[in-house]
């Protein structure tokens, strides 16, 4: 697995600082699902721990993190840390003891005091990525996945993946590639019940839309998998951006017509 000797030291990091308090570390995301590209790819942990940890176990833990970030990919790590409760039975929007990724590197930079703080809340993106943890997760330290994690209710992992393409119509010029296959793998799994990684995600938008946004795929894709950069043709992004949210729409009223099947009948 590429970087595993930066997650082993990840691992060994957490050990470390958090002890007996640590349940596991998880690897999801695109490194967990066999489509990472150092060019384009962060590395997604999830830290798992049996109770809240003291600021100052926060900060001798993120100073680890810095060091390693700066081994990392072009996008570093992005990680987050949540207590055992809230994940068996699913708790959502899911609270979070701490949070990294790159964009808050200079908050910590500039004042850690604050960051390990102040850097906790609720997050609604842990839920589909305790989904994915759920489909194609690896334990890298700990208890195994099944043990920890409970199914992540349906109407929470939507509402979740619908988060993420809200803004799809202003973000599309801007994040192209992300965007055009997010926006695949949403419908896909509105239509098809499919869990799929972005690039999964374009290929069944290729084989399942209308030719007409085949080009845009096709550069999403290759890009996703290449140093290339997106330059899409506006018009045809928009429109593609449009038209799938209207798709996407559709199907997300056809299975709010479908109970879930982790759901209790009732007469």
């Known amino acids: 697995m590429q970087y595993q000797h930066l997650l082993e030291e990840f691992v060994a990091s957490a050990k470390e600082t958090m002890?007996?308090?640590?349940?596991?570390?998880?690897?999801?995301?695109?490194?967990?699902m066999h489509c990472f590209n150092?060019?384009?790819s962060d590395i997604d942990l999830l830290l798992v721990i049996e109770k809240e940890i003291s600021d100052a176990v926060k900060m001798e833990f993120m100073k680890h993190v810095l060091r390693l970030n700066g081994q990392g990919p072009a996008k570093g790590l992005e990680l987050s840390v949540v207590r055992r409760e809230v994940l068996n039975p699913f708790v959502y929007p899911t609270p979070f003891e701490l949070h990294f990724s790159l964009r808050h590197q200079n908050w910590f930079l500039e004042n850690p005091e604050d960051y390990v703080?102040?850097?906790?809340?609720?997050?609604?993106d842990l839920a589909a990525h305790v989904t994915m943890i759920n489909q194609y997760g690896i334990t890298l330290?700990?208890?195994?996945?099944g043990a920890v994690f409970a199914p992540v209710p349906k109407e929470a992992y939507v509402d979740s993946i619908l988060l993420d393409v809200e803004h799809a119509k202003?973000?599309?010029?801007d994040q192209p590639v992300y965007m055009t296959l997010n926006?695949?793998?949403?419908?896909?799994?509105?239509k098809d019940g499919l869990y799929l990684s972005k690039r999964e995600g374009g290929k069944w938008g290729l084989r399942h839309l209308p030719g007409f946004f085949r080009p845009q795929i096709l550069?999403?894709?290759e890009c996703y998998g290449t140093s290339q950069t997106m330059r899409p043709e506006s018009e045809l992004a928009e429109q593609f951006a449009d038209r799938m949210l209207e798709w996407i729409e559709e199907?997300?009223?056809?299975?709010?017509?479908?109970?879930d099947e982790n759901e209790n009948g009732s007469c």
Not at 19 to 32: F, I, M, N, P, Q
Not at 170 to 173: E, P, S, Y
Not at 251 to 259: C, G, S
């Open 38 to 40: 150092p060019d384009k």
């Open 117 to 124: 703080k102040c850097m906790k809340g609720v997050d609604k």
């Open 170 to 173: 202003d973000d599309i010029l």
């Open 251 to 259: 199907a997300k009223q056809q299975t709010e017509r479908v109970p």
């Open 19 to 32: 002890g007996a308090a640590l349940t596991g570390v998880y690897l999801h995301g695109s490194l967990a």
């Open 219 to 221: 550069q999403a894709l």
């Open 141 to 145: 330290f700990g208890e195994p996945i």
């Open 183 to 190: 926006l695949c793998r949403v419908l896909a799994f509105l």
